[in-house]
């Protein structure tokens, strides 16, 4: 007959999935719930603002500094690969497309993701634990509407801005290194730049991308803290899983979206 | 409501955001050149062979940039291929315009090259380009080639 730790293990697999699509479900009505009530934060836009503060402004210096290092090994890897093949002139080319289809808004969403994202979990997270939102419910002001919206849209407007600054600044790195260091030809540089990068296939959707990506952490990020165990080790917990999440999460899209955008090309 | 420092450093953030997004739109993509914004109008070439051409693919001049293709599509009464262009308005060319399939360098990507004839009349929206020359395709030359040489080792035998 049956073992009684196998029929254990199968009771487990099968809670846990059980559990993992009940959670999906809470998300997903968490998500329709933030959307519902994202009205006040409109109409009283300081709230948005000052949580554009937090998760924009001060991302900047990380976004800014990664983009332009991620430029300059892109320039200094690229080209040496081309040299291979005499065709340095390309090097803009490789440069500018690798950063605004890929790299840009990818990079700029991990880092967006363990720099804003975790301390948005982290700081509901806590708030929970304090009773901060059952204080709040109290006096009848809905947490949703009051903490979770803002954060939600200062988030989703920020991450394509921030991508696009990673993406200019990445490629600045990558003249830096390519015209000014190396000595590759400005003119072709820019000129065969120019020619290979449409506005609409490239950039527009690269921006496309980081909205999706903004929209994923954000979400991912305000309900892991809202559905936080209200303990130390909870919100630990939490702020890890978000991470790990929305980094799983922003790859996994980035190649769905790879594949709608880019297949007719 | 009160203006404050935060409202100041936001606004340079989203400042410097939209900064980004414009550098990139002009000075790294072709939101200043040929086929965004300026005004066109479409002609269309059938070929025999289209090679490796693609959408989107130059449409050149004297080797001077006019136009793009929009769309490749089959003729289902030709049996050949149809491509779409799209030129600019202040590019204009004569009825008897001649396109080819062109490549740039050796490895490079294929683009159409437009000579101009002598026509007076000039090309309007949505006419046929009636002279075109298709791509060379490698494997045909090289067979032409074989062909030729067996050809000519027959006739040193006899």
């Known amino acids: 007959m049956f073992n009684r730790s196998a029929l254990l293990n199968i009771r487990g697999i099968g809670h846990h999935t059980v559990d993992i699509v009940w959670r999906l479900g809470y998300a997903s009505r968490f998500f329709a719930l933030t959307l519902a009530s994202s009205g006040t934060s409109f109409r009283r836009f300081r709230l948005i603002v000052r949580e554009l503060y937090f998760t924009g402004v001060l991302s900047l210096i990380i976004i800014i500094v990664s983009g332009l290092f991620v430029g300059m090994v892109l320039g200094l890897q690229g080209y040496h690969t081309l040299q291979t093949y005499g065709s340095e002139s390309a090097l803009g080319v490789l440069v500018a497309l690798s950063l605004v289809r890929e790299l840009g808004p990818v990079v700029a969403a991990l880092l967006f993701a363990s720099r804003a994202g975790s301390a948005m979990t982290a700081e509901i997270g806590l708030m929970k634990a304090t009773e901060q939102l059952a204080a709040m419910e109290m006096m009848a002001v809905d947490p949703i509407e009051r903490v979770v919206a803002p954060r939600f849209w200062a988030g989703v407007i920020s991450m394509p801005l921030l991508a696009a600054m990673f993406s200019a600044m990445g490629i600045f790195g990558g003249y830096l290194v390519g015209v000014v260091l190396i000595g590759v030809d400005e003119g072709s540089f820019w000129s065969q730049m120019q020619s290979a990068v ?25 309900f892991e803290g809202y559905d936080a165990p209200p303990t130390a080790e909870g919100v630990s917990g939490a702020t890890t899983r978000t991470v790990v999440t929305s980094s799983l999460a922003v790859l996994g899209l980035d190649f769905l979206l790879t594949s709608f955008m880019f297949s007719g090309l | 409501m009160e203006r404050s420092k935060l409202d100041l450093w936001v606004g340079l953030f989203v400042c410097a955001g939209i900064g980004a ?37 130059p449409v050149k001049s004297a080797g001077v940039v006019v136009g793009r293709v929009t769309s490749i599509g089959f003729d289902n009464n030709r049996f050949n291929a149809r491509v779409e262009l799209s030129l600019d308005k202040q590019f204009q060319f004569p009825k008897d315009t001649t396109a080819s399939i062109l490549t740039s360098g050796l490895l490079g990507e294929q683009y159409i090259g437009l000579e101009a004839g002598g026509d007076s009349a000039n090309l309007a929206s949505g006419e046929t380009l009636k002279l075109t020359q298709s791509a060379v395709v490698l494997e045909k030359l090289i067979s032409q080639f074989l062909y030729s040489k067996a050809a000519e080792g027959d006739t040193a035998k006899k």
């Open chain 2, 21 to 57: 997004l414009l550098i990139l739109a002009m000075k790294v993509g072709n939101m200043s050149s040929v086929g965004i914004g300026s005004e066109g109008y479409t002609i269309f070439a059938n070929f025999d062979n289209i090679g490796g051409l693609k959408p989107r693919a």
């Open chain 1, 198 to 222: 449409d506005f609409k296939e490239d950039i527009l959707n690269g921006v496309v991308k980081s909205l999706v990506f903004g929209l994923a952490i954000t979400w991912i990020a305000l």
